[in-house]
């Protein structure tokens, strides 16, 4: 529903990657890992009156994909922004998130509350495998083709605010699994393994700057 929107208008252009991320993990095991983080991060997002705001949560069912959770939330930024961006913002600022989720195929749409012409699309595929499925998104976008970047969880660099020894996964050993450490080309002798394979679209329709904010948000 959202692509045949947005691409509607041909002159309209949007910039798509894809991202593929794998873990050392099966599918259904993810399921629950994922369940908990968001909570967690909801938590820690949530202080000084800010954070998620859970506007729906009801079941919704889709004829192609069956039964799901349709969710939608707003996340409070205001007071996380930088100081020059919150003298030209509004004071009262807030990114909407809409989730459709049929495991394992979620879709995540963002929009933010004072520029309209901005989007975030998500297609989300989860899949028991080491990433190597070049065909899992079924979508006309295949007629041209887009970057696919692999995110390796353990040796691709972070900021150094974000890290945390603790998360290492250089060094890290699952008490309860015996998985770990994971070493240098883990990705290939890795079992259990699986993928997300996330296809993001990213559109801002302001001319003179749509390219440059498109390839800002990839690159975060």
């Known amino acids: 529903r959202f692509l045949s929107e947005v691409t509607r208008g041909c002159d309209i252009s949007m910039l798509v990657k894809e991202y593929r ?21 909801s938590h820690q997002e949530s202080d000084r009156g ?19 959770q349709y969710t939608e939330k707003r996340v ?21 998130e809409k989730a459709w989720n049929y495991y394992p195929y979620t879709v ?8 309209p012409k901005f989007s975030i699309h998500i297609e989300t595929r989860y899949s028991d ?21 692999h995110l390796d969880i353990t040796y691709d660099e972070i900021p150094e605010r974000y890290y945390k020894s603790t998360e290492d996964l250089r060094h890290f050993v699952s008490s309860r699994t015996g998985r770990g ?14 993928c997300s394979y996330k296809l993001v679209n990213v559109k801002f329709e302001v001319w003179g700057l749509q390219t440059r904010v498109e390839q800002f948000v990839h690159k975060v």
């Open 21 to 41: 991320i794998c873990m050392p993990l099966t599918t259904d095991e993810y399921r629950i890992g994922q369940l908990y983080t968001i909570s967690k991060h």
């Open 129 to 149: 495998d080491c990433g190597d499925n070049d065909s899992i998104f079924n979508t006309d976008l295949s007629e041209e083709a887009h970057e696919v970047t």
């Open 108 to 115: 995540t749409e963002y929009t933010c509350s004072f520029l």
């Open 76 to 96: 409070h930024l205001s007071s996380k922004l930088p100081s020059w961006a919150r003298a030209v913002v509004p004071r009262i600022f807030y990114v909407c």
């Open 50 to 68: 800010e954070g998620v705001e859970v506007m729906e949560n009801r079941a919704h069912h889709d004829p192609v994909y069956g039964d799901g």
């Open 181 to 194: 450490p994971l070493k240098e080309g883990w990705r290939s002798h890795a079992q259990p393994i699986m």
